[in-house]
């Protein structure tokens, strides 16, 4: 079984975490069943960008990077608190342990920033929120990452980073491609509507 940490920092965006739980789900009942999904939470109760509240199934100093396989970040706000957990020494420190592992890393959006923040995008390629000035992504650059500023989905050897919340499904099925393969995640994509 492979095994999947979603990192929930305070703030993250709801939309954004439940395309990894439905995915990396459905792929369990109705794909082959070879992934799992363990919610990571900074604190033991989350309040997400619009208010909605969440109870992670373990909180981070509970959690050994050597459980998990990959590593999915959602993005947030910045006026919901997003930062100020996402850019916490222990979960910049739990990230560079996954990458050091070399495991599978993606993130969606503003997910790439505590990435950054971590050094582990140094030299890398990669993107972020590519909206609004492109401040998001001249901030990843300034961590010393190659933005790539117009690619939806950038995929640097086992990191994945996207560009804004309208790539959240590609990003979790590019996840499940990694983990298991491009046929299994055609057919829970069908499964799912998003393949004819």
């Known amino acids: ?25 459905w792929n369990k009942e109705e794909g082959d069943g070879t992934t799992e999904l363990v919610t990571v939470g900074t604190r033991k109760e989350l309040k997400c960008t619009w208010n909605f509240t969440v109870i992670p199934e373990m909180v981070i100093d509970d959690a050994d990077v050597n459980d998990f396989d990959a590593l999915a970040l959602p993005g947030g706000f910045e006026q919901a608190g997003f930062y100020e957990d996402a850019y916490r020494e222990d979960v910049l420190a739990f990230i560079r342990e996954f990458e050091k592992q070399g495991k599978v890393i993606a993130s969606i959006c503003v997910g790439a920033l505590p990435l950054g923040k ?46 804004n919340p309208s790539t959240a499904f590609d990003v979790a099925f ?11 995640t055609d057919h829970v ?6 393949l004819v």
Do not use: W
């Not at 979603?6 to 954004?16: H, I, M, R, S």
């Not at 901030?139 to 996207?162: E, R, Y």
């Open 1 to 25: 079984m492979k095994k999947v940490c979603l990192l929930l920092p305070n703030g993250f965006e709801a939309v954004e975490a439940s395309v990894f739980t439905d995915v990396i789900g």
């Open 118 to 163: 971590s050094g582990i995008l140094q030299g890398r390629n990669a993107t972020t929120y590519n909206l609004n000035n492109q401040l998001r992504q001249k901030q990843l650059a300034a961590m010393g990452a190659n933005v790539i500023p117009d690619q939806s989905i950038v995929i640097d050897n086992n990191i994945i980073t996207s560009y």
């Open 174 to 184: 590019t996840l499940l491609e990694s983990l298991t393969s491009r046929e299994n």
């Open 189 to 194: 994509k069908r499964l799912m509507g998003f």
